[in-house]
């Protein structure tokens, strides 16, 4: 009696195997992994453009990015409902695109920029803390003009000018300034005229002690 090669049962098995490798690229699983993920990462990615954040934790980067996905879905349910309708995107495709494009792309970056000015609405900044690291970005991400007067570990006064074209390095890499223009200053800290053909100054954190900053009217202490 001849015994084939074929082991009873094993093509059962690769049979099994094949669908368990179909199903891992089914377009819905993939469609539902990325409609779960990729707009919680584009809304973080948004949100540590426009404030000073940490290195991401992944372990808790992956909460964070769930949260601003359910935000987002509440935020474009309408939308959602829409999206979810396959039928839609038979009879109306340009619009089912436009919709989908919405809440994966338009939602999730606008989220982050609409958390960002409630945040910092008078009513809410009464009661809630402001989602700065620290007190240096809370300050410069203002962007309010001012003279700035450093006082270097030397014990020497230098002035400048924080307005347009200046720049302030943010957390978790805070401390080091460049101001777009320079101005003299006496022993006393008054602040003087510009320095002509001035481009301005770049200090690094370790180089001064404290900064003090003033009013552009008023120029002095």
């Given amino acids: 009696m001849k015994v084939g090669n074929n082991v009873p049962g094993e093509g059962n098995g690769e049979r099994k195997a094949d669908m368990n490798d179909q199903s891992l690229i089914n377009p819905e699983i993939l469609g539902a992994i990325v409609g779960l993920v990729w707009p919680g990462l584009v809304a973080m990615h948004v949100y540590r453009l426009i404030i000073p954040a940490g290195r991401i934790d992944w372990s808790q980067g992956l909460l964070q990015g769930f949260f601003f996905t359910v935000i987002n879905y509440l935020l474009t349910f309408p939308l959602v409902l829409y999206v979810l309708n396959g039928q839609n995107l038979e009879r109306h495709a340009f619009f089912y695109w436009l919709a989908l494009t919405t809440v994966w792309l338009v939602g999730p970056v606008l989220l982050p920029i609409f958390w960002k000015r409630l945040?910092?609405?008078?009513?809410?900044?009464?009661?809630?803390?402001?989602?700065?690291?620290?007190?240096?970005?809370?300050?410069?991400?203002?962007?309010?003009?001012?003279?700035?007067?450093?006082?270097?570990?030397?014990?020497?006064?230098?002035?400048?000018?924080?307005?347009?074209?200046?720049?302030?390095?943010?957390?978790?890499?805070?401390?080091?300034?460049?101001?777009s223009a320079v101005y003299k200053v006496d022993a006393s800290g008054r602040i003087g005229d510009p320095i002509s053909s001035t481009k301005g100054l770049l200090i690094a954190r370790d180089e001064y002690t404290y900064l003090e900053l003033f009013k552009p009217d008023s120029g002095s202490k």
């Avoid at 809370?138 to 002035?159: Q, W």
């Fill in 119 to 179: 945040m910092g609405t008078r009513i809410l900044s009464r009661y809630l803390q402001q989602p700065y690291a620290t007190p240096w970005d809370y300050y410069f991400d203002r962007r309010e003009d001012a003279f700035v007067l450093i006082h270097l570990k030397n014990g020497n006064l230098v002035a400048g000018y924080w307005g347009p074209g200046s720049y302030a390095s943010a957390f978790p890499e805070q401390g080091d300034l460049y101001v």
